[in-house]
């Protein structure tokens, strides 16, 4: 009897750090909370959002592990698909990308989201193989590994 209690409440914990964007804290909390997890459905959701999670935080190899969990498990919205193919194709597997984007169209044919991967990653894979004349290269001095987008500003009071 305690048991589901627990898993009751180690889900409602997971869900609040993922509510609260706390995605670092929502991986391990949902990933402890799994085991404990009896329901099918709710052990999709688990997965899903575990997935989505890790996906925010940019490990993208354990988003795609979690994705294509989720995805075995059943879940039942068509965003574990786009969110899988988005997941691939920024870590530049392209044929993959597109067979997701494929099943994507086959479950959601009027979702554009379909079309739209599939031309984006075939466009990318085209570039790929026939790169341009320019060369892009990292400038580790201002670059850091995080996801940097703008220098940071100062505020004076």
């Given at each position: 009897?305690?048991?589901p209690?627990?898993a009751?409440?180690?889900l409602?914990k997971?869900?609040l750090?993922?509510?609260n964007?706390q995605y670092?804290?929502?991986?391990?909390?949902?990933?402890?909370?799994?085991?404990?997890?009896?329901?099918?459905?709710m052990?999709?959701k688990?997965?899903?959002?575990?997935?989505?999670?890790?996906?925010?935080?940019n490990d993208?190899?354990?988003?795609?592990?979690?994705?294509?969990?989720?995805?075995?498990?059943?879940y039942?919205?068509?965003?574990?698909?786009?969110?899988?193919a988005d997941?691939?194709?920024?870590?530049?597997?392209?044929?993959?990308?597109?067979?997701?984007y494929?099943?994507?169209?086959?479950?959601?044919?009027?979702?554009?989201?379909?079309?739209?991967?599939?031309?984006?990653?075939?466009?990318?894979?085209q570039?790929?193989?026939?790169p341009?004349?320019?060369?892009?290269e990292?400038?580790?001095?201002?670059?850091?590994?995080?996801?940097?987008?703008?220098p940071?500003?100062?505020i004076?009071?």
């Open positions: 009897m305690s048991s209690v627990i009751q409440k180690a409602a997971a869900d750090a993922f509510e964007h670092f804290s929502a991986v391990e909390l949902y990933k402890s909370a799994y085991t404990s997890v009896t329901k099918a459905d052990k999709a688990v997965l899903f959002r575990t997935a989505f999670a890790y996906q925010e935080i993208m190899k354990s988003a795609e592990t979690y994705y294509q969990k989720a995805i075995a498990a059943k039942p919205d068509p965003e574990a698909i786009v969110r899988l997941v691939l194709k920024s870590q530049g597997k392209y044929p993959e990308a597109i067979t997701e494929q099943n994507l169209k086959k479950l959601a044919p009027s979702d554009p989201r379909g079309d739209k991967g599939v031309k984006s990653s075939e466009l990318a894979q570039w790929k193989d026939s341009g004349r320019y060369k892009i990292n400038m580790a001095l201002i670059n850091s590994k995080e996801s940097d987008f703008s940071p500003t100062l004076k009071k």
